[in-house]
């Protein structure tokens, strides 16, 4: 199979992430933008998070199956999907929004300084 000029096989890894109890009757256009954004900024796009229903924490459930996945980004259509939380997913990975297109950077780890000291 043929690659696209978007996405390559050396690109970053996303996932999309998509609630059913956010985007209600909306959720197969708002996984098709989600799938879509990621595929424009270069991302090789994995797999669709859909979260069951019942599921207490659907964003720690996102987060499970992308470090699973060893991916950069989560990438959503809105900051709702995420409870407006960005921090938290960006402990880990970057973020991805569609509406407004939106990139919220992973934090990263302050560096330890050397001392000298022996």
Known sequence: MAE????????PKAVGFVRGDVSGLAAPRHANAVMQHARLLGYQYVYTVRPPQDIPDPIGYALGIAAGLGVAAIVVYDLAQVDDQPARVCEDFDLET???ATTWARVACPAIPETGAA
Do not use: F, I
């Open 4 to 11: 696209s000029h978007t996405e390559r096989s050396d690109a």
């Open 98 to 100: 569609v509406c407004p």
